[in-house]
Every structure is written in structure tokens, then in C-alpha cells.
């Protein structure tokens, strides 16, 4: 007998908008039919209008649940220039964890990639002594590659293919210096190394993969006046592990990884 009225209350508790509705409409409907009933027809009709108030206000806690939940675990930037700092700390939390952790980076023409390289290179001889050594895996556009694209947009083939020299000639010196790190004292003495792969694509979005532990990601955008892909100065977004969205961002972003690696 508890069971059952157990049972009874749980479905009322989980339907009772929809009981409330078909309750007020009966009653308007007798209400409506029967002369003797009109007087009770306005409580039904009361009734009938809190049931949708009531529901409309369900809904809308259950939106702002699922839309915390979302945001949960994760934070926005407005540029990589604004992400720099939580950036550097990350990869100076990797190298407080047991063995050697490896981050992936993912960028294009890597001169902003190599910005927080410095910094935090700079910082190392200020951190805590650590056992643990760390890994960088960062990806980047073959300067060769770079130096044929052609895009659509405003800017005419000659003052493209003009740029393209300039900034491949760049990837390639910031190639050497990025892999050159390997062998500094702040890199030696904390045993870091990088290891740059190159990729013959336009890039897609710029990444940091801190393990399982979290990653920053953010979108690479067209710009037709200048015929030119914009990465790091288009917002980005720092994911925990606890978000929902990691697991899925983290395995796409890591296979994109794995395909620049082997190209």
C-alpha cells in the first residue's frame, strides 16, 4: 500500500501541470455545458491559467540549470593576448605533475605562440623545483606551405604572394628559436623540450591541450578586406576537465594533433 501511494505521489509530483490542464479544462467544459456549474467555471479557468504560469516558470529554471551546467568549467577570453597569463600558469602546473607531461600546442604562423613561449620561459627560474619534466608538441603552418597561399578576398595575388614571403621567412626563424629553447638553461634545468611538426593546411584554430587537465582553445576567422586568417586576436575559451564540453573538444582537437604530426 505505501508502494503504491508512493508511486501515486511521484507521478502527480512529476505531472502536475498536466493533471492541473485537464482538471481546468473538464471544469470549464462542465461549466460551459452545465448552467448549474457556470459559478465554478472562472476557478478552473484560474486554475488552468497557473498551470501554464507554473510550467512556463519550470521551463525556464531547467534552461538556466542546463545553461550553468554548460558554462561550468569554463572561462572566455577575448584574445589569446588576454588568455597569456592562465596560459603560463598552466604549463607551469604541468610541471608539478608525476613524470613528464606533455602539451600540445596547435597555432599557424606561431608568433604569438612563441610570445608565451618566452614568457614562460622567463618565469621558470622563479617556480618551485620540480622532478617532473615537460614536453612541448606544438604544430604549426609549413613555411612552404605558407609562402604559395593565396586567399579570396580584397587584397590582389601580388600583394598576397609579397606577405607570404615576409611571414614565411618569419615561421621559419621562429621555428629555429622555439626548438633552439630546448637546449637553454631555463629549459635544461627543468628538463623541457619542444618538438615542432608543420602542416601543409590553413589552420583551423589555435590550441593548448594541458593534458587531461584542461585546454584553450580559439577560432581562426577570414577577414575579406585583408585576405587573411586571424587566429589569436579572435577570442578564445579556457575548458576544465569538469565541463561537458571537454571530453569532446579535447579528443578533436588532440586528433587534428595527431594528423598535423603525421602529415
Not at 525556464?60 to 545553461?67: E, I, T, Y
Not at 618551485?128 to 587584397?155: F, I
Not at 586576436?233 to 579528443?251: I, K, Q, T, Y
Request: glycine content about 6%; hydrophobic content about 45%; aromatic content about 8%.
Amino acid at each position: 500500500m505505501v508502494r503504491i501511494l508512493n508511486k501515486a505521489l511521484d507521478y502527480v509530483a512529476a505531472n502536475w501541470n498536466t493533471l492541473l490542464a485537464v482538471v481546468s479544462l473538464l471544469g470549464i467544459a462542465v461549466g460551459s455545458l452545465m448552467p448549474w456549474a457556470e459559478s465554478s467555471r472562472n476557478f478552473f479557468v484560474f486554475l488552468g491559467l497557473n498551470a501554464v504560469l507554473w510550467t512556463l516558470i519550470e521551463v525556464r529554471s531547467l534552461l538556466v540549470k542546463m545553461a550553468s551546467h554548460e558554462a561550468a568549467g569554463s572561462t572566455q577570453f577575448s584574445s589569446m593576448r588576454e588568455a597569456r597569463t592562465i596560459i603560463v600558469e598552466r604549463l607551469a602546473r604541468q610541471l608539478g605533475a608525476k613524470g613528464t607531461s606533455v602539451v600540445t600546442i596547435g597555432g599557424g604562423r606561431l608568433r604569438s605562440i612563441a610570445e608565451v613561449l618566452r614568457e614562460f620561459q622567463d618565469v621558470l627560474p622563479s617556480l618551485p623545483a620540480a622532478s617532473s619534466g615537460l614536453v612541448l608538441n606544438v604544430c604549426c603552418m609549413d613555411p612552404d606551405y605558407c609562402e604559395t597561399l593565396e586567399l579570396p578576398g580584397a587584397e590582389d595575388a601580388a600583394a598576397q604572394r609579397a606577405r607570404r614571403v615576409d611571414q614565411a621567412s618569419q615561421v621559419r626563424a621562429i621555428r629555429r628559436e622555439l626548438q633552439g629553447m630546448s637546449s637553454s638553461p631555463e629549459f635544461v634545468n627543468r628538463a623541457i623540450t619542444v618538438e615542432v611538426t608543420a602542416y601543409k593546411e590553413n589552420p583551423f584554430g589555435y590550441f593548448f591541450l594541458f593534458g587531461d587537465d584542461s585546454l584553450l582553445w580559439g577560432g581562426y576567422q577570414w577577414h575579406h578586406e585583408t585576405s587573411e586568417l586571424q587566429g589569436p586576436s579572435s577570442p578564445c575559451e579556457l575548458v576544465e576537465r569538469g565541463s561537458a564540453r571537454f571530453d569532446m573538444l579535447n579528443d578533436w582537437l588532440t586528433s587534428r594533433a595527431a594528423l598535423h604530426s603525421a602529415s
